[in-house]
T-cell receptor, first 112, second 112 residues
């Protein structure tokens, strides 16, 4: 089945710096790659997603890039703020095409 | 829309007892997913339904776990008998087709 690897597991940056989180997936047929943000004690919430027919997508300070050949995708957060501190999860659709498989998460800490 | 509604929010039970977790998906969504979240294993897919029919239960850890979806607006996840290693946060999520999963607030289960 699909396997999603996420790195790093923890990331600490200074306010205003950029943060990059990377994920790789195993199933070349995967075609949907969302990113979720989970604040402490809260539910995961979708922040951005990308489909396999595009290589990059931006939404204000966040962007996602996809390299289908290498089977990896990345989340980029620019001008980080303390409220960006959370756990971020990447995901990919599994072989059956109907259930997300999640990476293990990255704990991002933004210090002011 | 009230979003995905899970109950209870917290459950503390003794080992050996039966536990039932409940979920009401977003109206109009045709997929429902049960995930379990732990520090060690992250977000694990347990089972998912499409139009109330179980599609893949390969993530259900043991026969002690069972899930049902008797209609489009209700699903249950049952653990019988419960064990301390079942302690985790259990999330229900729903979606229309493959995209834009919405998670419920989760049920924090503690088995003592």
């Amino acid at each position: 089945g699909e396997n999603v690897e996420q790195h790093p597991s923890t990331l600490s940056v200074q306010e205003g710096d950029s943060a990059v989180i990377k994920c790789t997936y195993s199933d070349s047929a995967s075609n949907y790659f969302p990113w979720y943000k989970q604040e402490l004690g809260k539910r995961p919430q979708l922040i951005i997603d990308i489909r396999s027919n595009v290589g990059e997508k931006k939404d204000q300070r966040i962007a996602v890039t996809l390299n289908k050949t290498a089977k990896h995708f990345s989340l980029h957060i620019t001008e980080t703020q303390p409220e960006d501190s959370a756990v971020y999860f990447c995901a990919a659709i599994n072989q059956a095409g109907t259930a997300l498989i999640f990476g293990k998460g990255t704990t991002l800490s933004v210090s002011s | 829309d009230a979003g995905v509604i899970q109950s209870p929010r917290h459950e503390v039970t003794e080992m050996g007892q039966e536990v039932t977790l409940r979920c009401k998906p977003i109206s109009g969504h045709d997929y429902l997913f049960w995930y379990r979240q732990t520090m060690m294993r992250g977000l694990e897919l347990l089972i998912y339904f499409n139009n109330n029919v179980p599609i893949d239960d390969s993530g259900m850890p043991e026969d002690r776990f069972s899930a049902k979806m008797p209609n489009a607006s209700f699903s249950t996840l049952k653990i019988q008998p419960s064990e301390p290693r079942d302690s985790a946060v259990y999330f229900c999520a729903s979606s229309f087709a493959n995209y834009g999963y919405t998670f419920g607030s989760g049920t924090r289960l503690t088995v003592v």
